[in-house]
């Protein structure tokens, strides 16, 4: 656990030497919280096996960025909002550096990276309309949340475990459960009238097939902060 700490916050510090760190979000609160859900996932399996390296910070602060470069696009107003111009830049800004990080350390995750952003993107339009209609069914819910967080935690957690050379299997259900706790993630930050239990007891039983208890209950312990249903 205090390795995976650590890396956390090395990831922190490099996204903020970053000339053009969102300095409109507030600073995450002592990892891990659930705003470094990413990097968490990416780094959770090299913590394990204690062979966290400095290319494996650039990564996870590649995870990192994409993370802020959705909240600040989160910020967006209507459209007669005259700061959107500057939003939509500083979001774009950091998607771009989190490309030029995945291309220079690791190639083969930009394609999959690309496709998982274009699906995170259509998310920031179903979210939009959620917040105006009420007849929506949970299986539009579900489809939602996979593309909010889902598709990303996954690719995170398989990028991690490549890093770590966990075998197919443990990559496997490593990713179910970092799939699930973005579930939980969107559930909690977008309010949405989903049932928490079922994913909270997934999440823990993969955890202790996993021997990654004490982390995860972490990540959890952060989101329980903003929600009450744990």
Known sequence: ?????????????????????????????????????????????????????????????GFQLIHLSRAIHETIQPQTCPENRAIVLEGDLLSSLAYKIMIEEDPEQLADAADIMAQSSEAWFLYR???????????????????????????????????????????????????????????????????????IALVRKKAEELQTVEEIESMLSSLSAVDSSF
């Open 1 to 61: 656990m205090k390795t995976l700490i650590e890396s956390l916050e090395k990831t922190e510090s490099y996204c903020q030497e970053i000339p053009y760190y969102p300095t409109s979000l507030k600073r995450p609160a002592p990892p891990p919280c659930s705003e470094e859900i990413l990097p968490f996932l990416f780094l959770l399996p090299l913590a394990q096996k204690q062979t966290v390296t400095e290319r494996s910070i650039r990564l996870a602060a």
């Open 129 to 199: 309309d959620f917040r105006k209609k009420r007849n929506y069914k949970d299986e539009d819910y579900w489809k939602f949340l996979q593309k909010d967080y889902g598709l990303l935690c996954r690719r995170a957690a398989k990028a991690g475990a490549k890093e770590a050379q966990w075998t197919e299997e443990k990559t496997e259900i490593f990713c179910d459960m970092a799939e699930h706790l973005a579930y939980i993630y969107s559930i909690v930050k977008r309010n949405l009238p989903l049932n928490l239990g079922e994913e």
